[in-house]
């Protein structure tokens, strides 16, 4: 199991982690990656499984859609809205 880490490093340093995940899967083995990262997920995953609530609501390869990740994730799950956020505080003194 792989947590992506992506943020908070070097774009050379991101690169390397990314090529060495499809290099491992080019040579046949499975990596689990667990990513909030919707466009890092789209750009190397090629099996994609969308978690909601801790249920599952999507088991498939990205290929059986023509969406974006993101796209499909809020199809899949609903668009987000601005009360579900209250816990940032309504910037109002």
Same mark, same amino acid.
């Given at each position: ?21 499809? @290099?491992? &899967?080019?040579?046949? &083995?499975t /990596?689990?990656? &667990? +990513? ?7 750009r190397?995953?090629?099996? /994609?499984?969308?978690? @909601?609530?801790?249920?599952? /609501?999507w088991? +498939? =390869? ?5 969406? +974006? ?5 809020? @199809?899949l &799950?609903?668009q987000?809205? =601005? ?9 109002? +003194?």
């Amino acid at each position: 199991m792989c947590p992506v880490a992506h943020e908070g490093i070097d774009p050379v340093t991101a690169r390397s982690i990314q090529d060495l995940l499809q @290099r491992l &899967t080019r040579r046949g &083995t499975t /990596v689990l990656l &667990t +990513s909030h990262s919707l466009a890092i997920a789209d750009r190397i995953a090629t099996q /994609v499984l969308v978690l @909601r609530g801790g249920k599952l /609501v999507w088991d +498939s =390869s990205l290929q059986d859609t023509a969406d +974006s990740l993101e796209t499909l994730y809020f @199809r899949l &799950t609903g668009q987000p809205q =601005s009360e579900d956020l209250a816990w940032l505080g309504s910037g109002r +003194s």
